[in-house]
């Protein structure tokens, strides 16, 4: 089994940068695929950005150019780093890691992006 924990949200202006870690424990050697999603306020859980173990990455149209994933293998965990914020941003965001045929996630950290 593995466990995820975001963290690093938080309110930020328009304009401004914030990093989210998401941190995994347990058989964190078996992780292959992770990814942040986000969602906001009635709307569904939309994909933000994955990464494969050998660091291919993948980002939605709305974020390219001013988000990059990351990862350590090592540590187990996953980074966000978020710059130009814009206020349509705002949402929960969460970290999910592959294990196998299982998809881990973990509980989410609010990102507000307003002035």
């Known amino acids: 089994q593995v466990q995820l924990v975001e963290s690093g949200g938080g309110l930020v202006q328009p304009g401004g940068s914030l990093r989210l870690s998401c941190a995994a424990s347990?058989?964190?050697?078996?992780?292959?695929?992770m990814g942040w999603y986000r969602q906001a306020p009635g709307k569904q859980r939309d994909l933000v950005a994955t990464i494969t173990r050998y660091s291919s990455t993948n980002y939605a149209d709305s974020v390219k150019g001013r988000f990059t994933i990351s990862r350590d293998n090592g540590k187990g965990t996953v980074y966000l780093q978020m710059n130009s914020l814009k206020p349509d941003d705002t949402a929960v965001y969460y970290c999910n890691a592959a294990v196998s045929r299982i998809t881990y996630w973990g509980q989410g950290t609010q990102v507000t992006v307003s002035s």
């Open positions: 347990g058989s964190i050697f078996g992780i292959g695929a």
